[in-house]
């Protein structure tokens, strides 16, 4: 390990407690001030890592910076007790002091705390030692701090705050165990979410199918659309002529105040996304005519068992019913979210006979239950020409070389798209249950509160949404199905969710149960996460468990800005054609 050459003590150890966000119980974080010497020269932002000395021999705590005070001797005890003109005196001088450069009045109080790492000789392990008060602290240098935070040969993804070294992350492992990107309207979600993907899109062979409703990620990834094989869905109606539609897209899209300047090369650019059919209509059958699975079924089932309306003499028929049925799938080996079908119809006839031999009324909810099945299950699904959820669902677990990597669901209606992301994400999975490929597809939900919000109702759908989200966060890996949800305010999420969820992007959250809980679910002192309040928009805090990096450290950095990104690529096409495959 390489230091900087300035050397720092161990003064103090405090121990902060306090009850957790929910206040069930409480948490614990040790917070370590050191002392450094005052320079002008002192190169110390917050992130930075420290090692210390501790118990054990040749054996090092590494803590991370979450804070740094410059303090004067002479102002220690200078409170409101001192007269004026004595006060105003002190000040003077101290404030010149400073610009005098250092002296051994005055020195930096740096506050840190452990990130459960040490370091020995033969390099950094998870771990835990007490540190020796008044012990010499020291400064890793860039070199040793990218070796212990950088990915080796990782995709880039932004600039370390304060240490200017290129931030590299391992992303396809970051994609395995699902990513959150949480902050204040305006601080850049949707900014670094659209350079995420453009790096997945070009650093993976993933997939990517977003789910946008501010219909932003149209003109954000725009030069992604042309580059790969992609589809835009939409469940608005476009005329038929490119030029016609390409006016209507730019009038119902924002175009973002950087590229106003470039609106009529965006314009012909979706102009030939028309053309090459890039941009289709996605057919939504109307609301609550969804499908019926076996496991659905099974449900209506048990209804009518539990139902205090149903006639007593009918209920052993039911649950006959349910036995055969269960008797059924497990010999046929039918999964429970396959499609309901016409092989369940002897069982229907056979309950229907014993319904009859019972003498039961022909009037009977039984009976009525049987022939609505019946006719449910016997009629032929209309194979339409339409684009509908199904065949997007095929589009997007297709393996070919050439077929589309980036999806956009533009989605205008909240309800309704409730329903496709449910709908989509169950189709996908159960696809995928049964053909099974190890090709990798990420689902992207901006304004994830929607669709996951923690108090679900049936009646706005949003119970179908988050189920299925749901389960996709805590299934979809062994399928190599994978998710990046965004949102403003972590409190308005389904919990159950975010601890799904290893890698974090955090910009400036202004509720402090928001920050708690990262806190809590990372064991990162709050401390640290405060200073993501003087986060600028583009600055973000990575924090990852087993995910990202090589080691859980939260790290500080600036991430690119994605219209620079976008705009390079336009001005780059002068000649007004973009061309396809560029880098
Ligand atoms: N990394 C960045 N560098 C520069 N500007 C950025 C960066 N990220 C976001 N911005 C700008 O900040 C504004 C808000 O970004 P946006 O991604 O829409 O935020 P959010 O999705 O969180 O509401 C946009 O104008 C965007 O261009
Ligand atoms: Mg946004």
């Not at 005052?38 to 804070?67: F, H, M, P, Q, W």
């Not at 009629?379 to 999806?407: G, H, W």
């Amino acid at each position: 390990m390489e230091y900087e050459p300035v050397v720092g003590r161990l003064r103090e150890v405090r121990v902060i407690t306090r009850p957790t966000a929910d206040g069930r119980s409480s948490v614990t974080f040790r917070n370590f001030v050191v002392e450094m010497p005052y320079s002008k020269e002192l190169n110390l932002e917050i992130g930075a890592l420290l090692a210390v000395e501790t118990i054990r021999e040749d054996t090092y705590l590494i803590l991370e910076v979450a804070d740094y005070v410059p303090v004067h001797f002479g102002m220690i005890n200078l409170d409101g007790s001192i007269p004026k003109e004595i006060r105003d005196q002190v000040m003077e001088e101290v404030s010149k002091s400073w610009h005098n450069g250092g002296n051994s009045e005055m020195w930096i109080d740096v506050f840190a705390y452990p990130i459960g790492y040490i370091a020995t000789q033969n390099g950094f392990r998870k771990g835990y030692y007490p540190p020796l008060p008044g012990s010499p602290v020291r400064i890793l240098n860039k070199e040793s701090f990218k070796e212990f935070v950088c990915a080796k040969n990782g995709t880039d993804i932004g600039t370390v705050l304060g240490q200017g070294i290129p931030l590299t992350v391992n992303l396809p492992k970051a994609m395995v165990y699902h990513i959150g990107v949480f902050a204040f309207t305006g601080s850049g979600k949707s900014n670094l979410t659209s350079a995420l993907i453009r790096r997945i899109l070009n650093y993976t062979d993933a997939k990517v199918v977003i789910f946008d409703i501010s219909m932003e990620y149209s003109i954000l990834l725009l030069d992604q659309l042309l580059k790969h094989n992609s589809e835009i869905l939409t469940t608005e109606r476009y005329p038929s002529n490119p030029s016609d539609s390409s006016r209507k897209f730019m009038r119902t899209h924002v175009i973002p105040e950087e590229l106003e300047n470039y609106r009529e090369r965006i314009r012909r650019t979706i102009e030939s996304l028309f053309m090459e059919g890039k941009i289709r209509t996605l057919y939504v059958p109307p609301q609550g005519s969804m499908s019926l699975t076996y496991d659905s079924f099974l449900k209506l089932i048990k209804d009518q068992i539990d139902d205090k309306y149903t006639a007593f003499a009918q209920k052993p028929l039911f649950s006959l019913m349910l036995r055969k049925l269960d008797e059924m799938m497990r010999v046929n080996k039918i999964p429970k979210d396959a499609p309901l079908d016409d092989s369940i119809l002897p069982i229907l006839d056979e309950i229907e006979n014993e319904g009859r031999s019972a003498g039961l009324k022909d009037n009977s909810t039984i009976f009525a239950f049987i022939s609505s099945l019946r006719s449910y299950v016997s009629t032929d699904q209309v194979q339409s020409d339409e684009y509908d959820i199904e065949k997007l669902a095929i589009d997007i677990l297709n393996r070919d070389k050439d077929s589309p990597r980036l999806f956009v669901l533009e989605l205008q209606n909240l309800e309704e798209s409730r329903e496709i992301v449910a709908s989509l994400v169950e189709e996908v999975m159960a696809r995928r249950k049964r053909s099974f490929s190890t090709s990798p597809i990420l689902f992207v939900l901006d304004e994830a509160q929607e669709f996951i919000p923690f108090d679900t109702r049936q009646r706005d759908k949003s119970e179908l949404s988050s189920s299925a989200v749901e389960k996709l966060l805590r299934h979809g890996r062994k399928y190599h199905l994978h998710a990046l949800i965004s949102t403003q305010r972590l409190a308005y999420l389904n919990t159950n969710v975010l601890q799904q969820l290893h890698t974090y992007f955090i910009s400036v959250l202004p509720r402090p149960y928001d920050r708690q809980l990262v806190s809590e679910t990372f064991g990162i002192s709050d401390a640290l996460l405060d200073r993501t309040l003087d986060l600028e928009v583009g600055q973000w805090l990575l924090v990852s468990f087993k995910a990202s990096l090589p080691h859980d450290v939260p790290v500080f950095f600036n991430a690119p800005n994605n219209l620079d990104e976008i705009r390079k690529i336009l001005e780059e096409d002068r000649s007004g054609n973009l061309i396809n495959g560029n880098k």
